[in-house]
């Protein structure tokens, strides 16, 4: 269901491989994707460091859905965004997000806050500097491939993603011992869709891992290989597609009870567009359904908004 490309490959094969795999599922496996394994492995480390603090310690550094710090298990529910009523999801979460602000003050307080880096674990302000930066150059080298496999010009996002909005999730996916036994109809992430353009997702395996909504809908595990980033479509992009593209339906299942000390590290990355570009769909016969136009950052916003408790 799931297609696995190497950036390497013939750049003509992978736009098509890249058009059939995300008109068929949304979602993708890519390797060749330049990013070091080391580097993943560094900042993995650093989150279970800063995860493994006391809550107190972490509490400094809390934020609300959107925001830049620590969001514990309790104010998130990404069921609310396609009107599911979950009970919370069962993740803390430590996010980081575009701070290069543009010196207007509402735009850049809704959308370019600076980040907070936790004294106690000094490691995480290289690491995710240095992550985060290797995600934009991958996320603006996917959109390029995506271009082209639209049959556009390879720079034609580029106008709208010059100066992004985009969000680095850290999550942490606590045992069964930390969180208790799920409730009915909890996950580990709710089933939603993505928001933005593209979600660049380092997972580790897992029994409560991701699952994905296939076009037969049902639930399927989603492939796992640890050299690859499992890449989506989000809202945004499938729009502008024109639906040509799905954005999937997805969650992370509860801890499973054949794996109750089952705790596991997520690094995702939610690529967006310039907090003002408009998004219109494109004609036929790229796009298939037509979308009223939109603007990337109140897109989102409304978005973030729905999946956040309280």
Not at 130 to 144: E, I, N
Not at 236 to 258: F, K, N
Request: proline share 8%; glycine share 8%.
């Amino acid at each position: 269901m799931i297609t696995s490309i190497d950036l390497r490959d013939d750049r003509a094969s992978v736009a098509r491989r890249v058009d059939e795999a995300l008109q068929r599922s949304g979602f993708m496996l890519v390797t060749g994707h330049g990013v070091p394994a080391e580097l993943r492995a560094a900042v993995r480390t650093a989150s279970r460091e800063f995860f493994a603090l006391p809550e107190a310690a972490k509490r400094r550094y809390a934020a609300t859905v959107g925001g830049r710090g620590w969001l514990p298990t309790g104010v998130e529910a990404n069921g609310y965004a396609e009107g599911t009523e979950t009970p919370p999801d069962l993740k803390e979460t430590f996010a980081i997000g575009a701070d290069q602000r543009v010196g207007d003050p509402a735009v850049d307080d809704a959308w370019f806050l600076p980040n907070v880096w936790p004294a106690e674990v000094p490691s995480l302000h290289e690491t995710l500097s240095v992550y985060s930066a290797a995600m934009r150059t991958l996320a603006d080298r996917l959109l390029q491939v995506c271009a082209e496999a639209l049959g556009l010009p390879d720079d034609f996002f580029v106008p709208t993603t010059d100066h992004p909005t985009w969000t680095l999730n850290l999550n942490w996916y606590p045992p069964m011992g930390v969180v208790g036994e799920p409730e009915e109809g909890q996950y580990r992430i709710g089933p939603h869709t993505d928001f933005g353009t593209l979600t660049l997702l380092d997972r580790e395996y897992g029994s409560g891992g991701l699952q994905v909504f296939t076009a037969d809908e049902v639930w399927e595990d989603a492939p796992y290989d640890p050299d690859a980033f499992t890449i989506n479509v989000g809202d945004l992009l499938a729009r502008w597609t024109g639906d040509r593209w799905l954005s999937a339906r997805h969650r992370v299942l509860p801890p499973q009870a054949d794996a109750p000390d089952e705790d596991l590290v997520s690094l995702v990355y939610f690529y967006e567009a310039n907090h003002d570009a408009v998004v219109e769909t494109l004609e036929p016969p790229i796009g298939r359904t037509p979308h009223a136009p939109v603007i990337s950052g109140d897109f989102i916003r409304e978005r973030l908004d729905a999946i956040t408790i309280g």
